[in-house]
């Protein structure tokens, strides 16, 4: 009988995410990195038309969702975006093949290593990886998007304060009256 419980254990183990990254987050724009200025600095040194065409698009794929809502449905991680974009990708399974909401193809993996969880999505011009990191009072995000266009990677750091657990609102979000707010669809 001991047995049949440890084995139990071990196998629900083995399929339990995380608890530390799953939960609801809200963007904290002072703590992170601003699209605008690493749009700006990574393009600094491209030509002017070059620059005055390149820099406003890239302005626009770094620019974060307000909210994250991240959820383990037993296989693999829900993340979802403020924007209404939802991403299930399952750690280690290897490479899916999908749609971008621009229409383009992409190859997308996902692999989990201590807590954090790394996203990669190529396309045939690009490629994003994201890394998402539990902390002590939310979730650290490096997004670095390597494109054709550009000679080095653009890196950028965004902090997530954590305002739910499993889809409800943290206690300090009820007491701060934010209960509700923000909806609950991955960054771009």
């Known amino acids: 009988m001991t ?6 254990l071990l196998a629900a183990s083995l399929q339990a995410a995380p608890d530390s990254l ?7 724009r002072e703590a992170g990195d601003d699209p605008a200025e690493v749009a700006e600095v990574a393009t600094r040194d491209l030509r002017r038309m070059v620059r005055g065409r390149m820099r406003p698009a890239l302005e626009e794929a770094l620019t974060p969702s307000e909210t994250l809502d991240i959820r383990w449905d037993g ?7 403020g924007d209404g974009r939802s991403l299930r990708v399952v750690p280690d399974e290897g490479e899916q093949e999908m749609e971008t909401p621009q229409g383009e193809s992409a190859r997308i993996a996902a692999k989990l290593t201590d ?3 790394e996203i990669r999505m190529r396309t045939p011009t690009a490629e994003r990886i994201q890394t998402l990191t539990p902390t002590e009072l939310g979730l650290h995000v490096v997004n670095t998007l390597i494109l054709d266009r550009l000679s080095e990677p653009v890196r950028m750091e965004l902090v997530y304060r954590r305002v739910g657990v499993g889809g409800q609102e943290s206690g300090a979000d009820r007491a701060a009256g934010r209960e509700g707010q923000g909806s609950t ?3 771009r």
Request: glycine residues 16%; charged residues 25%; proline residues 0%.
């Open 3 to 8: 047995e049949l419980i440890a084995g139990l």
């Open 22 to 28: 799953t939960g609801r987050y809200s963007l904290d």
């Open 75 to 81: 296989e693999g991680y829900i993340v979802s975006g």
């Open 115 to 117: 807590e954090s969880l």
């Open 185 to 187: 669809e991955v960054d």
